[in-house]
């Protein structure tokens, strides 16, 4: 079936700085997702993005965060500055008509 | 606010019994929310099982069933003869219309050979 991309699986970051989570999504899809799911938690919506702009977003998704995607390339989650809680894995996902996601696997953020 | 309750795991059945993976839901802000099953196999992303859109329709794939009860508000997991295969995560998930998913905390289930 159709693949979802993400691009690191795993980062270790210093509380601080800047990190950019990478997204290759299904190539005709439009509608662009990220989730964050902490360990033993429950997988949470962050945004859902559409023609260049975030259509929705929850309050998980703090003033830190930012998502992009420029010329059709990467779906972007940039996190600056990182906080401690803000490690956790991040999962992507695409859809064509807002109806079935496709998801990748994830990318295990730390934080230290 | 919205949310999905399932059976918490881990939940471990014998190869050939019968299944049930238990999925209720609270939607306040949507009246006929959609309503999937998510799947994530060992080393694997996670992927859709099944969906339903319209209450009282049931849905199924790879053996596996799950009827829209709007009554009830619930959307439980059945399967007749479980293998060895269908050891993984499920997810029961309620979707809006703009796309999120609102998602349960996940069940393992590990089956006995």
């Known amino acids: 079936g159709p693949k979802v991309l993400q691009i690191p699986s795993h980062q270790i970051i210093d509380m601080g700085q800047m990190v950019t989570l990478n997204c290759d999504p299904v190539s005709n899809h439009l509608y662009f997702y990220w989730y964050k799911q902490i360990l033993g938690q429950q997988m949470e919506f962050l945004v859902n993005f559409y023609n260049g702009k975030v259509m929705e977003k929850s309050k998980l998704f703090k003033d830190q965060f930012s998502v992009e995607r420029p010329d059709g390339s990467y779906f972007t989650l940039k996190i600056q500055p990182t906080a401690l809680e803000d490690s956790a894995v991040y999962f992507c996902?695409?859809?064509?008509?807002?109806?079935?996601?496709?998801f990748g696997p994830g990318t295990r953020l730390l934080v230290l | 606010g919205d949310s999905v309750t399932q059976t918490e795991g881990p939940v471990t059945v014998s190869e050939s019994e019968s299944l049930i993976i238990n999925c209720t839901y609270s939607?306040?802000?949507?009246?006929?929310?959609?309503l999937f099953w998510y799947v994530r196999y060992p080393g694997e992303g996670l992927q859709l099982l099944l969906k339903?859109?319209?209450?009282?329709q049931k849905g199924s794939s790879r053996g596996f069933e799950a009827t829209y009860n709007k009554e009830t508000t619930s959307f439980h997991l059945q399967k007749a003869s479980v293998q060895e295969s269908d050891s993984a995560v499920y997810y029961c998930a309620l979707g809006y219309n703009q796309g999120k998913l609102i998602f349960g905390q996940g069940t393992k289930l590990s089956i006995k050979p």
């Open positions: 939607a306040t802000s949507i009246a006929y929310p959609n």
């Open positions: 339903v859109i319209t209450a009282g």
């Open positions: 996902a695409s859809s064509f008509n807002q109806d079935t996601q496709y």
